[in-house]
């Protein structure tokens, strides 16, 4: 069965600044997906971005990238130029319909 | 394109009352998830349907719970006898499953059920 770890329950970060929030996973499967989620205080759920394990290219989107490193079993999400519109719960998920419990997300202006 | 609608939004119930929640999907979506969030948790993922077939519920509770996805209208989860612990935000949402993988799965508002 597929895992996916968040080891950060809360960080924060200054506006402006970069931060970096990581996630493990644990898979058997060879090619898979895995997504980040955004939560924000209306409790919405909102892709931030897609990564596909047979692509070695890491995924970006704006102000948001990953470092997918597949080996190490590891896709940390990398924002840049944080926004307080960013404030959110940030989730890590499988296409296995696995998630991580979250990293609260605060950036401070 | 309307997104994922969910209604109701807010839902109160009493102890050992049923509670029932509706999920449209997005137009073209034919594959349904209900995920649970407790408070200050993560989503656990509960059941995953295509319409009129159940294709994972290995997440449903064994008792009280249930869901549908009828080839018409929304797909239901439905709960029996709600308890206090049944509290949570449930959230649906729904994918156009491609090639036999899961795509990324568009989610609705939530709702958020609140037993007395």
């Known amino acids: 069965a597929q895992t996916v770890t968040q080891s950060q329950p809360e960080m924060s970060v200054q506006e402006a600044e970069t931060v970096t929030l990581s996630c493990t996973y644990d898979?058997?499967?060879?090619?898979?997906?895995l997504f980040w989620y955004k939560q924000p205080p209306s409790r919405q759920m909102i892709l931030v971005i897609r990564?596909?394990?047979?692509?070695?290219q890491n995924a970006t989107e704006n102000r948001f990238s990953v470092n997918f490193q597949k080996a190490a079993k590891s896709f940390s999400l990398k924002i840049s130029d944080s926004q307080l519109g960013d404030t959110a719960m940030y989730f890590c998920?499988?296409?296995?319909?696995?998630f991580g419990k979250g990293t609260k997300l605060t950036v401070n202006p | 394109n309307a997104g994922v609608m969910q209604n109701p939004r807010h839902l109160v119930r009493r102890r050992g009352q049923e509670a029932r929640l509706r999920c449209s999907p997005m137009?073209?979506?034919?594959?349904v998830y209900w995920y649970r969030q407790l408070p200050e948790e993560g989503l656990k993922f509960m059941v995953y349907?295509?319409?009129?077939?159940?294709?994972?519920e290995s997440g449903m509770p064994k008792e009280r719970f249930s869901a549908e996805f009828p080839k018409e209208g929304p797909s239901i989860l439905r709960i029996q006898q709600v308890v206090r612990g049944d509290s949570a935000a449930y959230f649906c949402?729904?994918?156009?499953?491609?090639?036999?993988?899961?795509?990324?799965?568009?989610f609705g508002p939530g709702t958020r059920l609140t037993v007395l």
């Open positions: 949402a729904s994918s156009p499953r491609t090639s036999g993988r899961v795509n990324e799965q568009f």
């Open positions: 898979t058997s499967e060879n090619n898979y997906y």
């Open positions: 990564q596909e394990a047979y692509k070695q």
């Open positions: 998920g499988s296409e296995k319909l696995v």
């Open positions: 137009k073209g979506h034919s594959h």
């Open positions: 349907l295509q319409k009129e077939n159940i294709i994972d």
